[in-house]
């Protein structure tokens, strides 16, 4: 009795080795499972969660940018409107404020008349560094600036005793008349956004 109850004492020991070892493979195989799931889950999530927040960020870029286009856009004066594009650095006078964009940079800033754009900090006046494009274009709607011979001259003599230290060059377009369109683009990491608005420039 005492050796069929070591045999079978024996048996069960084996066989709660064996059955041990394959709870334990199966285990640790569905604990995997569970883990690359919860991870998947949660990277998936804070995929979704990021791009989210820079499209929200993106959006507000672009409508605290174009906001400060149209003020100084319509503010400003037909004659004395003029945009230079020298490749990265653009900028668009309006007679009054200027809208400066450097596209090496991202970065788009405004300056009042009185400022020195190729001496002051960009950050006293810093708007947005997340553009990617400013393109202006003027329309040749409602009416054209076609001064006389006299008023061409008088111009010619204003322009020669201003002290302006926007300084033009070939690349300088003036306004030919009060509808300016203007092409922007926003860029967050992954998130992008295009805008193009047409403005009224009030003053003739």
Known sequence: MKAMKTTHNQRIIKDNRAFTLIEMII????????????????????????????????????????????DVVITGSVEETKYTDNGDIRILYTGNQILYYDKSTNQFAVYNEESDIYNDDIADHLITNCMSEFRVEFLDTEFETTPSEEESESEEESEEESTTDLEEDENTIRASSNMVKITTAYVVK??????????????K
């Open 27 to 70: 285990g640790l195989a569905i604990a995997s499972m569970v883990i690359l799931a919860v991870y998947s889950f949660m990277s998936v999530g804070t995929r979704s969660y990021e791009a989210a927040n820079q499209k929200t960020r993106v959006q507000k870029e672009m409508q605290l940018a174009n906001n400060y286009i149209e």
């Open 190 to 203: 992954s998130q992008k956004i295009n805008s193009e608005k047409i403005y009224m420039i009030r003053n």
